[in-house]
DNA sequence: GTATTGGTTCGGAAACCACCGAACCAATTA
DNA sequence: TAATTGGTTCGGTGGTTTCCGAACCAATAC
């Protein structure tokens, strides 16, 4: 990473890793993304991303497409010029929240369907523990809630700016 | 899985499934520690288990002791018998909030920066999307208080019966 | 036509992981 | 003493992932 602040190519690789693994894309993915919400410039090119992550045309081409494919990032291209630009999609936010919405329902589903399980067929254990069962299916249901309204309110200002 | 319903054999390894994802569990792992949840039995020996999963005694020994080491399960022992007895802790449920809170925590403070970075490298692109940054920090505050108070609320339960 | 540019596709190398079986060890039983 | 039981450790194997370089392709430039 030439020409990189030492704080930014810090944080690249900070943030990247928490791509990776919240939205399991791999590492370079990760680090190209975590590149670009980190910048200012509004489209980078195959070139730059080449140059800025050091790694392999193969390598770029394959991870760019795919977060493509996944709409982290999307492309555009300028008249008489054959380069693609490559930016992050406005909505990236609420991507990553309707992520995180499908995999609270998912488990909230799974906690109920456990909670029956044990009712049904071991009741003394689930008597004893029905307390925490409970507390812990409110907990994710309190979890989707504060999710779906801040999906809204992005969806709100999205509205109010067009610019989500 | 011989001797077991069709049912808790498929929600053994649903829930398994969560358990390998949300906590980067070996499958083998999260196998086990499903079928300890949808169990009544005080206590699985190791035979009990290797039968149970169909798997060999090596993998057995190995992730039982990843899932104690990980605090997912402790044994006990009977006087006058060589085995080893697992159950699942009773604390699983605080356990899995207490790292959902850390992992919170981490990504509050990593948006922290992000936003901070932003704020003071790439101004333009900070203010266009200042609102989405900040109704994200706040959902991400909302969800670790929710989670607090959850901790809270158990540890209470717990104080009150003695037995999370 | 040929050369260059921008990018994709393919085959393989290196690293990693989960799992297994065999050998092993330590405690008990005979 | 030898045999059994309960469990651990080690070496290796099959499968997967990530990345690379080389070959390739399509569009433009010369």
Redesign the pocket.
């Known amino acids: 990473m030439q020409n990189i602040s030492e704080e930014k190519c810090k944080l690249v690789e900070e943030l990247g890793l928490n791509f990776e693994e919240k939205h399991n894309?791999?590492?370079?993915?990760g680090r190209i993304y975590a590149f670009m919400i980190l910048s200012n410039v509004e489209g980078h090119?195959?070139?730059d991303i080449i140059e800025i992550t050091?790694?392999?045309?193969?390598?770029?081409?394959?991870?760019?497409?795919l977060l493509v494919q996944l709409k982290f990032i999307e492309y555009f291209t300028k008249t008489g010029d054959?380069?693609?630009y490559f930016r992050t999609t406005k909505n990236y936010l609420r991507i990553t929240l309707e992520e995180y919405l499908e995999s609270i329902e998912k488990e909230l589903n799974l906690v109920k369907k456990v909670n029956s399980f044990n009712k049904e067929h071991n009741p003394e254990k689930f008597k004893k523990n029905k307390n925490l069962g409970i507390i812990f299916q409110d907990y994710l249901t309190s979890q989707k809630e504060n999710l779906e309204t801040t999906i809204q309110k992005m969806i709100a200002f999205k509205n109010e700016f067009d610019q989500l």
């Open positions: 894309l791999p590492p370079l993915a090119s195959f070139e050091c790694a392999s045309k193969s390598s770029v081409s394959t991870n760019l497409n054959r380069k693609r």
